[in-house]
């Protein structure tokens, strides 16, 4: 009996039709969205392999703009040290009362050195 009543129910139900179009955008925004994701992993990445491993800063890399490996390269190969010291002080500033140490900011601007 109880399943007489689910088919009931399955039968009332209107019949939704996806238009073709509604499917397309569906699809490119979750491409979009698998591509921002993995962009992020690549940010993830660089900064784990950092010695010692700094992947604890990846939102507050991801708030000073670092969302994609070509931003990374962009930095490393056409910034300067100095350029990049800058932009890397400002994550000494501390976010949410922890500032980054100077050892992490030493990592990090060595990883940027030899980044390729």
């Not at 039709?17 to 499917?23: G, N, Q, R």
């Not at 670092?66 to 931003?71: A, C, G, L, N, T």
């Not at 976010?95 to 900011?105: Q, R, S």
Request: aromatic fraction near 6%; charge should be neutral.
């Amino acid at each position: 009996m109880h399943e007489v009543h689910k088919s009931n129910y399955l039968q009332k139900q209107p019949k939704t039709e996806i238009s073709p179009k509604c499917t397309a955008i569906s699809y490119r925004n979750s491409q979009a969205s698998k591509s921002g994701s993995n962009e992020l992993s690549h940010v993830h990445a660089f900064l784990s392999s950092c010695s010692p491993p700094l992947d604890h800063l990846l939102s507050r890399f991801v708030d000073l703009g670092f969302k994609s490996s070509s931003i990374l390269l962009e930095v490393a190969l056409n910034w300067t040290q100095e350029e990049r010291h800058d932009l890397l002080m400002k994550l000494s500033r501390g976010h949410n009362g922890a500032a980054v140490t100077e050892l992490e900011l030493a990592a990090l601007e060595k990883k940027f050195s030899g980044y390729v």
